[in-house]
């Protein structure tokens, strides 16, 4: 894709050593699927510093309390998602607990339960909301929400499907770990608002054509996770598949003149 003109000099500035790229923070993001399969999407607001107007899946940067020792888990350990995305154990508790908390606060939909057998049925009353705008605002941390409900956090309702690095020409960049996970029995979606101002349940084919035809803007990752969910036909296919994890940052190359983001 062609780079904008203000981001095309920022990369020959990068590329020349004139400017150093800033560090990119970890960040998590899933994948929510339903039957159909079907994903769930957000529009970010106009206002946005990153990716202003673009729909993405629900994710966000890693805060450093998602690392924090005390949040009950069940599923997977932090150690063997470490080894999955080639992390260490502490960065990988905090990517896999920010998957969870992120999706809570951008769809309401909470990946944990009483047990490591079973899941939260609902979340819509306000208490919940409450507890929902009380993480997104940073005064209740998730270990200490999850405590105060008697709840873990079910590390085996999240796939691991791919790893991108935000490209160095960025003023805001990400080193993001992308997730995916079902819809759980009984829980439903909303349009909670925030960094969003439109959500949408999508089959992944119709999201690309809606893209070709310039209605919806996707940033590189999302069309490429899109682009591998739409090979399947059910949900089932897409948690079967097999995936390597290894890291996907686009970087801008020169191509007659134009400076071009690719991805190989």
Do not use: N
Not at 164 to 180: G, L, N, Q, S, V
Not at 237 to 245: D, F, N, P, S
């Amino acid at each position: 894709m062609p780079l904008p003109a203000e981001l095309a000099a920022r990369a020959r500035d990068v590329m020349a050593g004139r400017v150093q790229p800033v560090p990119a923070r970890e960040a998590a993001t899933v994948v929510l699927l339903r039957p159909g399969p079907e994903v769930y999407l957000l529009r970010r607001k106009a206002t946005m510093a990153f990716a202003a107007g673009a729909y993405v899946f629900p994710g966000g940067s890693v805060d450093v309390r998602d690392t924090d020792q005390a949040v009950a888990w069940a599923g997977p350990s932090p150690a063997e998602w470490g080894e999955i995305f080639h992390a260490g154990e502490g960065v990988a508790r905090g990517l896999v607990c920010a998957a969870v908390r992120e999706t809570f606060e951008e769809s309401g939909v909470l990946l944990a339960g009483p047990g490591p057998d079973s899941v939260v049925a609902d979340t819509t009353g306000d208490d919940w909301e409450a507890d929902r705008l009380a993480l997104i605002d940073h005064s209740l941390a998730f270990a200490d929400f999850l405590a105060r409900r008697g709840l873990v956090l079910r590390s085996d309702l999240l796939k691991p499907w791919s790893h991108w690095i935000t490209p160095e020409m960025e003023h805001k960049r990400f080193d993001t770990r992308f997730f995916a996970a079902v819809l759980p029995e009984g829980q439903r979606t909303r349009d909670v608002g925030g960094e969003a101002d439109r959500v949408v349940w999508q089959r992944p084919a119709e999201a690309l054509e809606l893209a070709h035809k310039g209605e919806i803007f996707l940033m590189p990752p999302t069309y490429a996770t899109l682009s591998e969910l739409a090979a399947h036909d059910s949900v089932a296919g897409v948690l079967a598949e097999q995936r390597e994890i290894t890291p996907i940052m686009p970087r801008a190359v020169e191509i007659g003149g134009e400076m071009r983001l690719v991805t190989r």
